[in-house]
Structures are given as C-alpha cells and as structure tokens.
T-cell receptor, first 113, second 113 residues
Framework: AQSVTQLDSHVSVSEGTPVLLRCNYSSSYSPSLFWYVQHPNKGLQLLLKYTSAATLVKGINGFEAEFKKSETSFHLTKPSAHMSDAAEYFC???????????FGTGTRLKVLA | EAGVAQSPRYKIIEKRQSVAFWCNPISGHATLYWYQQILGQGPKLLIQ????????DSQLPKDRFSAERLKGVDSTLKIQPAKLEDSAVYLC???????????FGPGTRLTVL
C-alpha cells in the first residue's frame, strides 16, 4: 500500500535562509509525487510534480524537489525563503492504478522577518 | 484559463440543517473530485466523478452526504442533516482525466453550530 509521511508538522526559518520540507513515501512501484501549497483561506496550489522523468524537479516560486528512490524521499527545498512562502505544504503520492491522491498530514512553514 | 470555481466561500449553519456546495471545474476536465479537509489535516477524498458517473464514493457518508454531476460539468455536494463534525473546508478539484494532475478550487469553509 502506498503512503506518505511528512516528517515535520512545523518548520520555522528566517527570511533569506534555505527551506527544507521533508517527505518520505512508501510505494511498491515508481510513484507519481506532488507538492502542493495552501495559503490561509485559499485552495491547494500545485508547486511541482514528479512523474518518473528527471529526478530533480523544478517548480514555481523557486521551489524544487529531488526524487531519491534509494531513500524513498521527495524533499522540497528553496534556497532563500520569502515572507510570502509562509503557508501549509502537502506532499502527495498518487496511488498506482486508481490514481487516487494520498495526502501527507502537512507541514506548516513559518518565515521569520 | 479559468480555474476551478466554488461557491459559496463561507457558510454557517445550525446542526440538523441542510447545505449545498457548488463546483464548476476547469473547462474540458472529465474528472471531478470533492474533498473534505478538517482543520489541521490533509484533504480526504469524498467522491470522484468521471464525466457524470461516480468512480469512487467509498469515503462518502451516504446517510447524510450526496453529490451529483448530472451533465458531466458542474457538480453539487449536499449535506442533510449537518452534524457538528461536518465543520471543515470542502474542496473541489478537477483533472483532464483520472491519471492527470488535479487542480483545486478555493474551497468552501463550513461551520456547523
């Protein structure tokens, strides 16, 4: 069965410092993986997706994620945090066959001035 | 390209009342999803439509929740009667087809008093 684990429920960084949001997945097959961001009172916005092409995936707003099969990880990074990055981030794995989304529990990112 | 539209954005009702939410997916998207997101949790799939047919409603509490997509475009989700534990954000998403990336609307925040 597929699952996804977001290792941190809360992350705080200072503006201008790097961001690392951790996600581990469990899947018997090569999965499709996504990162979505949710700003307060807004819907989910797709940041980036991995679908078995390049292992380093670049997304919007300077975010990127690296698929590491050996570590079953798909961590989200950004070199320099901006105040507008403060939001909830969800790692998602798409179930093989049904394509059903399985969401992680979310990581709330706080950016300090 | 217009995104997924939802209305209303906010709704407050008393328990045992009924409520309905509306969703208009991205034009041309065959697959439509309704999710329930309880505060502090990731979204949970309630029902998935492929055109006007139901693909998955295994997590829909059918004694009180119903949904339809009669013409394969717009969809409505109804709760009757509402319970306190139904307080949540209800998200609608759509995708070109089942295996494609899902795009989310802004959600409807329901408060049941």
């Amino acid at each position: 069965a597929q699952s996804v684990t977001q290792l941190d429920s809360h992350v705080s960084v200072s503006e201008g410092t790097p961001v690392l949001l951790r996600c581990n997945y469990s899947s018997s097959y090569s999965p499709s993986l996504f990162w979505y961001v949710q700003h307060p009172n807004k819907g989910l916005q797709l940041l980036l997706k991995y679908t078995s092409a390049a292992t380093l995936v670049k997304g919007i707003n300077g975010f990127e994620a690296e698929f590491k099969k050996s570590e079953t990880s798909f961590h989200l990074t950004k070199p320099s945090a901006h105040m507008s990055d403060a939001a909830e981030y969800f790692c998602v794995v798409s179930r093989i066959g049904t394509y059903k989304y399985i969401f992680g529990t979310g990581t709330r990112l706080k950016v300090l001035a | 390209e217009a995104g997924v539209a939802q209305s209303p954005r906010y709704k407050i009702i008393e328990k045992r009342q009924s409520v309905a939410f509306w969703c208009n997916p991205i034009s041309g998207h065959a697959t439509l999803y309704w999710y329930q997101q309880i505060l502090g949790q990731g979204p949970k799939l309630l029902i998935q439509f492929q055109n006007n047919g139901v693909v998955d409603d295994s997590q829909l509490p059918k004694d009180r929740f119903s949904a339809e997509r009669l013409k394969g475009v717009d969809s409505t989700l109804k709760i009757q009667p509402a319970k306190l534990e139904d307080s949540a954000v209800y998200l609608c998403a759509s995708s070109l087809d089942r295996a494609d990336t899902q795009y989310f609307g802004p959600g409807t925040r329901l408060t049941v008093l």
